[in-house]
């Protein structure tokens, strides 16, 4: 029963163009969102947050926007760069116990020059 | 500062034989969090320490899944008599504090292939 859903494997798109990466959760109880970027052969890396109290958050090129009625949330990459091309992971935890991320399956981002 | 290490980085094992892989958190990180990654699919949790103690270990898929952590810094998941199923990329993590505000610094992970 996956409660992070990331339903596309994939997603290609232009140099310069915006990149929209999508998750679904389940869960009602999760109330902290995050995304990770994974390059080959690495562990991921933290990329940005939001808690459920905000619907936005903003970090350079990087947006998160979490619509809680709909248990989604999504990532905005803009302008999109060559080394954007990684694999996103969204996360989820819920408050209580030791905040244990669901991770969803990932899609992988390919930016083309 | 270095990041996390973890080591081996590929391990093949027979079917039925034990293994151990390390993993080295960032000097004075008090969490550290062991994942599973399949192909295709996301980290999933094993097991939480906070120093030395392990409070969470319910995402251990068996009782063959043992992980340690006994000086509160480097951690050891072990995998006794291994299976196929357990073939998968085991990632570490750790952060500096418990709050889920710290953010997780994970290693390369360790790609294990069960023949």
């Known amino acids: 029963d996956q409660q992070v859903k990331q339903n596309s494997p994939s997603l290609s798109v232009q140099e310069g163009r915006i990149s929209i990466l999508n998750c679904d959760y389940t869960?009602?109880?999760?109330?902290?969102f995050l995304w990770y970027k994974k390059y080959p052969a690495e562990g991921p890396t933290f990329l940005i947050s939001?808690?459920?109290?905000?619907d936005k958050n903003e970090d350079g090129r990087f947006t998160v926007f979490l619509n809680k009625s709909a248990k989604h949330l999504s990532l905005h990459i803009v302008p999109s760069q060559p080394g954007d091309s990684a694999v996103y992971f969204c996360a989820a935890s819920a408050q209580g116990g030791s905040y244990i991320p669901t991770f969803g399956r990932g899609t992988s981002l390919i930016v083309h020059p | 500062g270095a990041g996390v290490s973890q080591s081996p980085r590929y391990k093949v094992a027979k079917r039925g034989q034990d293994v151990a892989l390390r993993c080295d958190p960032i000097s004075g990180h008090v969490s550290l969090f062991w994942y599973q990654q399949a192909l295709g699919q996301g980290p999933e949790f094993l097991t939480y320490f906070q120093n030395e103690a392990q409070l969470d270990k319910s995402g251990l898929p068996s009782d063959r899944f043992f992980a340690e952590r006994p000086e509160g810094s480097v951690s050891t998941l072990k995998i006794q008599r291994t299976q196929q199923e357990d073939s998968a990329v085991y990632l570490c993590?750790?952060?500096?504090?418990?709050?889920?505000?710290?953010?997780?610094?994970f290693g390369p992970g360790t790609r294990l292939t069960v023949l």
């Open positions: 869960n009602s109880m999760f109330d902290y």
């Open positions: 993590a750790s952060s500096l504090g418990t709050s889920r505000a710290n953010e997780q610094f």
């Open positions: 939001i808690s459920s109290i905000k």
